[in-house]
C-alpha cells in the first residue's frame, strides 16, 4: 500500500513539473518576437539587409541575391560535367556519403556597398520546402571552387558582383526522398536570412 501511495505522488509531482515547464515554454515563446517571412519570385533582387542567418553580429548589409533557377542532375552526371569519375567522393573520403542526385542552384550575388570585406556564410543558407530541407554539400562545392575550399563564407568585392552554382543535395537520412521527381516537382526557395526578416527567393527547376 505504501509503495502504491508512494507512486502516486511520484507519478503526481511529475505532472506537475510538466505543466509548469509546459506553461512556461508556452509564456517565454509566445511573448517572443517572431520573424517577418518575406517571399521573393524567381528573378526579383533581394538585399539581406541587416537580417543574418546564425547570428547577429553578421554584417551582410550591402549584399543582394538574384535567383536565376535550378537544375537536377544525378551525382554521376555532376561528376562527370566536371571531369571526375563516379567513384570521385569515395577517393577523397571512404567513408563519404554518395547522394543519389544533385540540385544545382544559379544564383547572382552583387555587393552595392559592403566595404568590410565580410563575408556571408552559405552555411546558414538552405534550399527549403515545406518538406525538406536541403544544404550545400561541401566535397561539391569544393570541387566547383578549389580556391574557397573549406570555406563557405566569402566576400565580393565592392560595386561586383559573381553567379555561383550551388551544389544542394540530400544527407543519407533523407537522400531516399529525393528522387528526380520529387526535386522537379517541389517548390523550392533560397533562403538568405532568417531573423528579424526570414528572406525566401521561390527557384524554378528546369527539367
Same mark, same amino acid.
Given at each position: 500500500m505504501k509503495k502504491k501511495i508512494k507512486s502516486i505522488m511520484l507519478a503526481a509531482v511529475a505532472i506537475l513539473l510538466l505543466t509548469a515547464w509546459?506553461?512556461?515554454f508556452y509564456n *517565454? +515563446?509566445?511573448?517572443?518576437?517572431?520573424?517577418?517571412?518575406?517571399? /521573393?519570385?524567381?528573378?526579383?533582387?533581394?538585399?539581406?539587409?541587416?537580417?543574418?542567418?546564425?547570428?547577429?553580429?553578421?554584417?551582410?548589409?550591402? /549584399?543582394?541575391f538574384t535567383v536565376k533557377g535550378g537544375t537536377v542532375k544525378t551525382l554521376t552526371e555532376f561528376l562527370k560535367d566536371n571531369g571526375k569519375e563516379a567513384d570521385y567522393l569515395k577517393q577523397l573520403d571512404p567513408k563519404a556519403?554518395?547522394?543519389?542526385? @544533385? /540540385?544545382?542552384?544559379?544564383? +547572382?550575388?552583387?555587393?552595392?556597398? +559592403?566595404?568590410?570585406?565580410k563575408g556571408f556564410? !552559405? *552555411?546558414g543558407m538552405p534550399?527549403?520546402?515545406?518538406? !525538406?530541407?536541403?544544404? *550545400? +554539400?561541401? /566535397? !561539391?562545392?569544393d570541387l566547383l571552387y578549389p580556391k574557397l575550399a573549406g570555406q563557405y563564407?566569402?566576400?565580393v568585392r565592392p560595386d561586383t558582383e559573381?553567379?555561383?552554382?550551388?551544389?544542394?543535395?540530400?544527407?543519407k537520412g533523407t537522400d531516399k526522398y529525393c528522387d528526380r521527381v520529387f526535386l522537379t516537382s517541389e517548390q523550392f526557395c533560397f533562403v538568405i536570412?532568417?531573423?528579424?526578416?526570414?528572406?525566401?527567393?521561390? @527557384?524554378?527547376?528546369r527539367a
Open positions: 509546459a506553461v512556461g *517565454v +515563446n509566445s511573448k517572443s518576437e517572431k520573424a517577418v517571412v518575406k517571399v /521573393y519570385d524567381m528573378g526579383e533582387t533581394a538585399a539581406i539587409g541587416k537580417n543574418f542567418c546564425q547570428t547577429a553580429n553578421e554584417d551582410n548589409e550591402g /549584399y543582394e556519403f554518395e547522394p543519389s542526385y @544533385v /540540385y544545382i542552384l544559379e544564383v +547572382n550575388v552583387r555587393n552595392v556597398g +559592403n566595404t568590410n570585406q556564410s !552559405l *552555411v534550399l527549403v520546402t515545406s518538406n !525538406l530541407m536541403l544544404q *550545400v +554539400n561541401d /566535397y !561539391l562545392f563564407g566569402f566576400a559573381m553567379t555561383m552554382y550551388l551544389p544542394f543535395a540530400a544527407t536570412s532568417w531573423y528579424p526578416e526570414e528572406i525566401r527567393m521561390k @527557384v524554378e527547376t
